[in-house]
C-alpha cells in the first residue's frame, strides 16, 4: 500500500494526527543538547510539525532542512517559527531529495513508510550522508503488522536491513520516551558505512 500525499494530507486537515507529540521528542532532545558543533548539516525528513528543527534552530543551529510530503504540517511550522528560513523548508518525496548531510534526524519516519520500501530508505538515507554522517533517532520497537502506519520492527530485523548500509553504533530501548510511546521506541545511532 502506497501512502501518498493526499493520505498525509487528509490527516492533518482532519486532526488525525496521533504520532504528533506537540513537542520535542525527549530522546532527540537529550542528543541534540549534547551536540556541540552548531555548524552540523541537519536533514529531518518526514519531519510533520518538526518541533526537532524548531528546538535546534532556537539552539543556534545554522544549517536545518526540514523535508516533508505535504505543505500542512510545512505550513504549521512557518506559522510557529517564522523566522526560520523558508529556502530550508522543502516540500518533497523524500525518495526525490537531493542533498548531503552531517546529521539526518529519524523521528519515526521509517515506521510510517510502506516496509516495502525500507531497503529504499535505507539506501537513500546512506547517499545523503557525508562520509562519516550519522542517521539519529527512534525507530518503533513492536511487532511488523500490516495495519499502520506505524508499521513495527524489531531490533533483530532493524539489525539485518541496516548493517550493509551503516555501522550500527547504537540501538537499546529508550528509557525517556513519553508515556505513549513507553517500552515500544528504540532509539538509534547509525553511520554511513562508504
Known amino acids: 500500500m502506497t501512502f501518498d500525499a493526499s493520505f498525509w494530507s487528509e490527516k492533518y486537515n482532519t486532526n488525525q494526527t496521533g504520532w504528533d507529540m506537540g513537542q520535542v521528542s525527549p530522546p532527540l532532545k537529550k542528543y541534540i543538547d549534547q551536540l556541540e558543533n552548531k ?17 535546534l534552530f532556537k539552539k543556534g543551529f545554522s544549517d536545518v532542512t526540514v523535508l516533508d510530503l ?8 512557518k506559522k510557529r517559527v517564522p523566522e526560520f528560513p523558508k529556502s530550508h523548508l ?3 518525496d523524500f525518495f526525490q531529495h537531493q542533498g548531503q548531510y552531517d546529521l ?5 519516519f521509517f515506521c510510517a513508510l510502506d516496509p ?14 557525508k562520509d562519516n554522517g550519522k542517521l539519529v ?3 518503533f520497537d513492536f511487532r511488523l503488522t500490516d495495519e499502520g502506519p506505524p508499521f513495527g520492527g524489531d531490533a533483530d530485523a532493524y539489525s539485518l536491513a541496516f548493517e550493509k548500509r551503516f555501522h550500527l553504533r547504537t540501538m537499546s530501548p529508550c528509557y525517556n520516551s ?10 538509534i545511532i547509525f553511520e554511513k558505512i562508504k
Open 104 to 108: 539526518i534526524l529519524e523521528q519515526t
Open 116 to 129: 516495502s520500501l525500507r531497503m529504499d530508505y535505507i539506501n537513500k538515507m546512506n547517499s545523503l550522508l
Open 90 to 92: 522543502i516540500q518533497e
Open 39 to 55: 555548524d552540523l548539516s541537519i536533514l529531518i525528513p518526514g519531519a510533520g510539525n518538526a518541533y526537532e528543527a524548531a528546538y
Open 70 to 77: 505535504v505543505k500542512e504540517p510545512l505550513e504549521n511550522f
Open 137 to 139: 533517532g527512534l525507530l
Open 178 to 187: 513519553i508515556k505513549p510511546r513507553l517500552g515500544n521506541e528504540l532509539f
